[in-house]
């Protein structure tokens, strides 16, 4: 259900900034496509098309671009700014797999162990052990904690539930009716909540597998709730505790921050957004226009005048309310795209920083999942991470990182290639991120070959490039997709999640 509930919406509050002392020392090919990527963003934000924080981090030469754009909270007018946290969602997996590799370091845990030699039933509030089966099966199938890392538990995901009508598994799938009760069990101005009573609370002790452990690849949260379980478990530390002490403070992550608090009660709202927005686009449909009408006191008529292509109205895209929270170890941080180049540099090139060898940090992007992720996409699913594999670069086995979190509406994907894969130390690199609060509402029929709308009020119409890709690409796609072609020509890798 992280990645089901990715809809939202934002204006536009711009400011640029080249870092690292301005232009000055960077070669005309960088500074052109620095200029391509200011010119990019800055259009779609004078239209109020684009709400979110980027970066843009170019080998040698380090973050070469970085600005925000938009509002935070925009019922508060709230600018958006390169300091503010944002919810990376399932960027949060990675760091939980590094937790649980630096106590297998320290010799506490086992990595190709069966989870349930660090499970305590009565954190659970059960008498006897998990013991995860197959549908009609007898034996338990326990998965290995690196299994659970590389998504290869065998677990039905109950929660993005991506299933086909009819499968047998849509039985176990949460509603978001469910999940709204569930995350309502817990409240508070400041607050966490514990990975087991998670667990517990779905109902997921009792869930059948959908393949053995270790044969398959699927998308499942809960693997990640269970790692952060294992991690409190062995060190004694509450998850956020564990990461502040372990993880942010050595990495350097001054503006990365677990389980912070629970902004829809008000605590730091301006400071910690954890909605995502939806912004309107001209020409507007009659049931839209009812639904304004039936639901506010605004006055209607423009909305029908408006210009076509314009944004006509700005919303908040309601998600669960305190739902980050719940998100723990598979989605709860909130980190600056800054931080989160400090993190993948740091892990890679200064491991010992994190009590790491080099050793283990390729163990991190090795898959030993037999499938794709998706599949025929070259990609796969290490732990925690997805990489794309390559044997002939020895340092790490790997010449991509990737990942696209998303969590209560707000998308944060990140992209990182090796610009020089000499084989025993590769380290230039480019990476390329952002965390977008917007996604776009057209209300009318709409096709996307010819980028022609229908208009109840007049003339079909036909938008722009910019606006069309935005329309049927949606907004994080189609920014990530130019932005990534503007410094290392490819594809955005398909979200890992939808696979």
Known sequence: MFERLLRCCVAAVLLFALVQGGSAGLPEKVLEKVRQTRRFLRGLADRSL??????????????????????????????????????VGSNTKFFTAVALWQLHERGLLNMDDPVTKYMDNADFNKTTDWCPKLRNGTDCLVPTLKQLMFMGSGMIDTDNCGYAPGSWQLQYCITEDQLSNLVGLKRGILAGVDPAEYFAAMGLWDVPLEATPGTTYKYVNAGFILGAYVVEKLSGLKFGPYLRTHIFGPAGLTNTHYDITYAYNGAIR????????????????????????????????????????????????????????????????????????????????????????????????????????????????????????????EAFGVTELFYQGGINNILSPFLLKFLNTAPSSPKDTSMVGGVYLNEQLLSVPFNASSCIADNPWGNPVKFDADLCGIVSRGTTNYVASKLFNIWQPGAVPKDPASA
């Open 50 to 87: 684009l709400g979110g924080s980027v970066i843009v981090h170019d080998g040698r030469y380090n973050v070469v671009f970085e600005d925000a754009y938009g509002y935070a909270v925009p019922e508060l007018r709230t600018p958006l700014t390169r300091k503010i946290s944002l919810p």
């Open 270 to 393: 301006n400071r910690l957004p954890d909605f995502g927005y939806r912004t309107v686009i001209s020409p507007v449909s009659q049931e839209y226009l009812d639904y304004v009408g039936n639901t506010s006191s605004k006055d209607t008529s423009y909305l029908k005048s408006a210009a076509a292509g314009q944004v006509v109205d700005i919303t908040r895209n309601w998600a669960i309310p305190n739902f980050v929270n719940w998100g723990n170890g598979a989605g709860a941080i909130y980190a600056t795209p800054r931080d989160m180049v400090t993190w993948w540099h740091t892990l890679l090139f200064k491991p010992q920083a994190l009590n790491l060898t080099r050793a283990t940090v390729k163990q991190l992007l090795t898959s030993y999942n037999p499938e794709e992720a998706p599949k025929n996409s070259g990609y796969h699913f290490a732990q925690g991470i997805v990489v794309k594999p390559n044997t002939t670069v």
